[in-house]
Nanobody, 123 residues
Framework: QVQLVESGGGLVQAGGSLRLSCAAS????????MGWFRQAPGKEREFVAIINWSGSITRYADSVKGRFTISRDNAKNTVYLQMNSLKPEDTAVYFC????????????????WGQGTQVTVSS
């Protein structure tokens, strides 16, 4: 069992940056692949970025590639999402998720989810 708590969301102007954190409980954090997903009002949840258990493999949605960076610190049981050059279309609730299936952007394959953190980008 893994419990996840996101933090770091907020209101930022277009072009600005935010860093989201996701703190995990449990001693098996380092064995899980981690993902960031987001959901904007009236839209379905979508994949943002994923990272494998060691941090050696990452994948990004085309919409955030080159602007967002996912990383993890297994010693701190934490995964991060550095978001730069933010755009109004990045406005959403951001969720982190943990799962045993490696390198998948399919949200239904992640059994553990945080409560989400709101990111709002003003134009």
């Amino acid at each position: 069992q893994v419990q996840l708590v996101e933090s770091g969301g907020g209101l930022v102007q277009a072009g600005g940056s935010l860093r989201l954190s996701c703190a995990a409980s449990g001693r098996t954090f380092s064995s899980y692949a981690m993902g960031w997903f987001r959901q904007a009002p009236g839209k379905e949840r979508e994949f943002v970025a994923i990272i494998n258990w060691s941090g050696s493999i990452t994948r990004y949605a085309d919409s955030v590639k080159g602007r967002f960076t996912i990383s993890r610190d297994n010693a701190k049981n934490t995964v991060y999402l550095q978001m730069n050059s933010l755009k109004p279309e990045d406005t959403a609730v951001y969720f982190c998720a943990a799962g045993a299936v490696a390198n998948t952007n399919v949200d239904t394959l992640y059994p553990y989810w945080g409560q989400g953190t709101q990111v709002t980008v003003s134009s």
